[in-house]
């Protein structure tokens, strides 16, 4: 029996930038880890698992579950594999909290699993709402199942809003850094190399959100999932670039008052307070100082440069399937870019492309009709990058 006094949580892709710093924050305050999630990294997953010593681990990759049964076999860890593995996992665990850092479009499943259980949700997958957000909220508040945002700009308006009534709220400010081709031009643009693009400024991050940084398809992503999130019309959300992400976004109310959350960036504060809610514990991170810092710079974005904010706008305004359609776009496109068949400003010529081949979609209302949104705007960015040669 698990101590029913410590916090016990499940890591979904434990073995991710994310995955791995909630882990941090589950060693530095004793949370019990009873479920972990990865992929094929088995060398990572086998040290995290020997270390915590969850209940079940799995491996969504069959192949590196197969390995991991090997691997683990003088444990009495049990492995599951796959996406149904991973959904029983989350639904035989007994964590209060499932920290869901999983990449891409395969982490709208083990949200909807984690809601199904009636389990907390501190959700960085913002796949699962640029996907399918409408769908994930209607059922998390039909369960009762709290969702509480773990990237850093949705986990800042989510404690804003803390200070008035939703009725008060005017807009909410989105705030970007800029990545690191802040004030380029498009001819400067056209020259960046891959490598260019994997140094951020101020985040350690993933590869491809790094890259979704640059190009700002990241913050149009956070666009459509402060949406749902918050339930507020794209046209409510104002991108506003800040080199230092100091402040973390910000709501205005109609009083003209703006309440941020201002830290220095670090995202272990944020699966923290996901998973202390509503308490706040001490953090082990740096606090800010102001003084230090000296001061702040904002900015608006180039939207001509980075055009697919723009259009992450217009997917969020058309609804439907066009936030699966922009997703799985970019997520051909970015791997392309990666594996040197596009180049960055390719990146947004691709999902452009496939985003108009796929309006029909917009009237995607069923979580299948999104998934067949998600494959057919795949096919069409893949005809796209061949279509250059
Ligand atoms: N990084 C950040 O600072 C940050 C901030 C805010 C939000 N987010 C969001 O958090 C999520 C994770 O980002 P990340 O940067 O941590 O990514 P990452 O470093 O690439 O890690 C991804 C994790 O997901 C697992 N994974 C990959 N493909 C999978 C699949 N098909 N099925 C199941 N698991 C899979 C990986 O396992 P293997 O290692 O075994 O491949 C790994 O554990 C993304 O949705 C991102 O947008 C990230």
């Given at each position: 029996m698990r101590d029913t006094i410590m916090k016990t949580i499940a890591v979904l892709g434990a073995t991710g930038s994310v995955g791995t710093q909630a882990l941090d924050v589950a060693r530095a305050r004793g949370y019990c880890v009873d479920l972990m999630s990865a992929h094929r990294n088995v060398r990572a997953a086998e040290a995290l698992a020997r270390e915590f010593s969850p209940t079940f681990l799995c491996m969504t990759d069959e192949a590196a579950a197969a390995d991991m049964r090997v691997r683990l076999a003088d444990t009495s860890i049990e492995v599951l594999s796959g996406e149904a593995g991973l959904r029983e996992g989350i639904a035989r665990s007994?964590?209060?909290t499932v920290v869901h850092a999983i990449?891409?479009?395969?982490g709208l499943s083990p949200t909807l699993a984690t809601i199904d259980s009636g389990k907390r949700l501190a959700l960085a997958n913002k796949e699962s709402l640029v996907i399918a957000g409408d769908i994930v909220m209607a059922r998390a508040r039909a369960k009762g199942v709290d969702i509480l945002p773990v990237d850093s700009e949705h986990c800042a308006i989510f404690q804003s809003l803390l200070s008035g009534k939703r009725e008060q709220v005017r807009r909410l400010l989105l705030t970007a850094?800029?990545?690191?081709?802040?004030?380029?031009?498009r001819e400067q643009l056209a020259a960046v190399s891959a490598e260019d693009t994997l140094r951020h400024p101020t985040w350690q991050m993933g590869r491809k959100i790094t890259v979704d940084s640059a190009t700002l398809m990241n913050k149009g992503f956070e666009i459509l999932e402060a949406a749902h999130l918050?339930?507020?019309?794209?046209?409510?959300i104002e991108v506003v670039v800040h080199?230092?992400?100091?402040?973390?976004s910000a709501v205005e109310y109609i009083d003209n008052t703006v309440i941020g959350e201002f830290s220095l960036p670090d995202m272990r504060m944020c699966v923290q307070y996901a998973v202390d809610y509503p308490d706040r514990c001490a953090s082990h991170g740096e606090p800010l100082d102001l003084v230090r810092l000296g001061r702040m710079t904002f900015f608006a974005p180039d939207r001509e440069a980075f055009p697919l904010l723009t259009l992450a706008e217009r997917a969020s305004t058309l609804g439907g399937g066009m936030g699966a359609v922009l997703n799985a776009a970019d997520e051909v496109a970015v791997d392309a870019f990666l594996h040197g068949h596009l180049t960055f400003l390719g990146i947004a010529d691709c999902v452009q492309s496939a985003f108009e081949d796929c309006l029909?979609?917009?009237?995607?209302?069923t979580l299948e009709e999104r998934m067949e949104a998600d494959r057919y705007a795949r096919d069409r960015a893949r005809i796209y990058i061949e279509s250059l040669g």
């Open positions: 007994c964590a209060e990449l891409g479009a395969a850094s800029g990545g690191p081709f802040f004030g380029y031009s918050f339930s507020v019309p794209a046209t409510a080199r230092e992400s100091i402040l973390h029909p979609y917009r009237s995607a209302a």
